[in-house]
């Protein structure tokens, strides 16, 4: 067991033991059907009741220091939309998706019609055009096929490939387009991929993917305190100066109600590889279609809820390991984010059973349960921002699990000195058809069965270690520089952020009889025990080093870089950083086979704990100052991006500023190897 001795091992054996034997599929399934019986966006009451739900539950669970923490946010409601189409035919979308008598929450009369969370508000008339999925470049070949955008209406489509729908809303807004419409084409999560909802786990034909196009890329959280936590008496920018405040009109639309709209349009083709899942031929238009829209929001301030319940530590309170999942949903969140609640809440449960027992952490655990995630991570940013330096000198780790389970297929990512212990550890919980570890083994390999020849997966390959963005971990990593770890289990999904994502779909597509519920919370619970108990932080230093090198692996193949970019300090620095993690690895197991100082032990963790602190960038990304991680960023359609200083330079073909992002780089690696050597050095030296 890394970072414990022997005798501790098995005390922590048998405390993870007992934790995992208390939660309860019964219990999952309970709590999952109370968050998901109403809708709960952010800004709603509902959501407000949820979160006293959670405090109150807390409380009762015997948690410690529950509270609730209000920032008052800029929020997005929808108050009118309409989009019709006025030639060559007429026709007016619905926005609203079919009540099945299958499943009677459909026919729940609060569920909202399609719309965009911070659309601007507004009215025109005007051409419509198909741009496939909103891509720069998407837009470079309607250029080229001499179609032009400005001032003319966009229909995309929300994949193929993907990308984020601010992103699409920002790109659609620099091409000077008066508004854009997103659909959810069949070839991407619906009829083309199997059945149908209430029949199947996919899309049926009214299914609309709400969402928000707020520019988080650029400065997550409430879009008037870019940088700052919206606590009372804060500081307020104007919408006018909010940078990550949309300026265009855009509509969710399902594909039933765009259909008529892509019959129609004129023009060339599309090309093959824009062809959807419709039974028509896929134009690009531009003339022969003209569309009204008309959207009114409700963007006004309303206050979001972030509830905090904590175990402190018995031996190390002021190191904090971090749980959190965010509450509030578009409307039902069967998978997104309540099959995560269910999950938090029944791990809570548990965990307060062993206090009960006379058990406490070594570490102090705080969970949280945030609100507005949906609208732009914006609960767990005002949260890190309020708390930012005491988080960046105490947060050991930060745990999120967003949608807990949509499949059976494990696909956890973290950061790479977590990776092998999210490996450890899932060797020691067991799963429906055996370990969890060979369990996860078998999903990826069945995954990459189309390999020829196929290789065999290693536990090096198991973790994902390029990490995006779009979820509550945002703000610990990018902003705070703490380590993190996201946890899911996956599977055919075709119902996101529509009324159909329930309780129906998980009993019955999901996870029936709510065994990966359980086995998440008995996971992401063992998880947290295993770092809150180590003697030593589990962290492996070496195994980051070698991600890193492969992440500057793929910019020194760079041809256009080679001669204008020199990356032989940064390999160096690499190489040396990897062989003092590996030193560092050695000196810690064996440090842990004999008699641990708890003095040493503790100067020794407030040195790993410096690690990742140390990757943060002052200033932050070019152009991004928000995001001061020198190794880990996400791309602006939430695609992972690393090395990202370096990278967006070279991209840019800005040599003058990639070789000085590689310099920050390089500096950091160095800190980070000196800090190592000399941790090495405090497990080596002789007693006394």
């Known amino acids: 067991m890394t970072g414990y001795s022997p005798g501790h091992a098995r005390e922590e054996q048998a405390i993870e033991a007992r934790f995992r034997a208390i939660p309860s599929p019964d219990e999952e399934r309970k709590q999952h059907r109370y968050f998901t019986a109403e809708p709960h966006p952010a800004g709603s009451e509902r959501n407000h009741e949820l979160a006293l739900y959670v405090a109150d539950t807390w409380k009762q669970q015997d948690l410690e220091d529950v509270r609730i923490h209000r920032y008052d946010v800029l929020t997005s409601l929808p108050r ?162 909010a940078v990550s405040l949309p300026k265009i009109m855009a509509v969710a639309m399902s594909w039933r109600d765009a259909r008529p709209l892509l019959e129609h349009l004129d023009g060339p083709a599309a090309p093959a590889s824009w062809q959807g899942g419709l039974p028509i031929r896929y134009h690009l238009g531009g003339d022969a279609v003209r569309v009204h829209l008309k959207v009114d929001m409700d963007n006004s301030p309303k206050p979001n809820y972030v509830v905090e319940a904590r175990i402190p530590g018995s031996q190390y309170p002021d190191e904090w390991i971090l749980l959190g999942n965010h509450r509030d949903a578009w409307e039902f969140g069967g998978v997104d984010p309540s099959s995560g609640t269910a999950s938090m809440v029944e791990l809570t449960r548990a965990m307060g059973v062993l206090k009960s027992q006379g058990f406490r952490p070594k570490r102090t655990l705080i969970i949280a349960s945030w609100d507005g995630e949906e609208v732009g991570l914006t609960g767990s940013t005002e949260w890190g921002e309020q708390f930012g330096e005491e988080l960046k000198q105490k947060l050991v780790a930060y745990l999120n699990v967003d949608s807990s389970v949509s499949g059976p297929n494990f696909r956890p990512s973290a950061v790479g000195s977590l990776a092998p212990l999210v490996v450890e550890v899932s060797r020691d919980v067991a799963a429906p058809s055996g370990s969890l570890y060979q369990e996860w083994r078998d999903s990826v390999a069945a995954a990459r069965g189309k390999e020829k020849p196929r290789r065999p997966v290693t536990d090096e390959e198991l973790v994902e270690t390029h990490i995006g963005s779009g979820s509550d971990f945002t703000v610990f990593l990018n902003h705070l520089c703490r380590p993190t770890v996201e946890l899911t289990f996956d599977g055919p999904y075709g119902v996101y952020h529509s009324a159909y994502d329930g309780f129906y779909w998980m009993n019955h597509f999901g996870d029936p009889g709510y065994r990966y519920h359980t086995l998440m919370s008995q996971y992401w619970g063992t998880l947290a025990l295993r770092l809150a108990g180590a003697d030593i932080l589990p962290f492996d230093f070496a195994a980051y080093g070698h991600d890193i090198a492969e992440f500057a692996s793929t910019l020194t193949a760079d041809r256009k870089a080679r001669g204008r970019v020199d990356f032989a300090e940064l390999q160096q620095n690499i190489a040396a950083f990897v062989k003092a993690g590996s030193e560092l690895k050695q000196a810690a197991a064996a440090a842990l086979s004999g008699s641990l100082d708890a003095d040493l032990a503790q100067a020794v963790n407030r040195n790993i704990l410096q690690v990742e602190s140390n990757w943060a960038s002052p200033d932050g990304i070019p152009g991004r100052p928000w995001f001061k991680h020198t190794i880990y960023a996400a791309r602006y359609t939430y695609g992972h991006l690393e090395l990202p200083g370096i990278t967006e330079a070279i991209e840019k073909r800005d040599w003058a500023t990639a070789q000085r992002q590689a310099a920050i780089l390089s500096s950091a690696l160095e800190r980070n190897t000196s800090l190592l050597r000399k941790t090495v050095e405090l497990l080596r030296r002789p007693p006394g």
């Open 80 to 241: 009118g939309i309409t989009v019709e189409m006025v030639a060559p035919v007429p026709y007016r979308a619905v926005l609203r998706e079919d009540a099945y008598d299958a499943d009677p929450d459909t026919k729940n009369p609060a569920i909202r019609g399609g719309y965009l969370s911070m659309s601007a508000s507004g009215e025109v008339t005007a051409p419509l055009v198909y741009a496939h999925s909103g891509n720069p470049e998407d837009y470079d070949l309607l250029r080229r096929r001499r179609i032009i955008v400005k001032g003319k209406i966009v229909i995309v489509r929300y994949s193929n490939p993907y990308s984020y729908r601010g992103f699409k809303a920002l790109t659609a807004q620099n091409e000077g387009a008066a508004g854009l419409l997103i659909y959810s084409d069949p070839a991407e999560d619906g009829y083309r991929r199997g059945k149908v909802f209430p029949d199947g786990p996919w899309g049926p034909e009214s299914h609309i993917q709400r969402g928000s196009i707020t520019y988080d890329f650029l400065v997550p959280g409430d879009p008037l305190t870019p940088g700052w936590a919206s606590v009372e008496g804060a500081r307020r920018v104007s919408m006018e100066e």
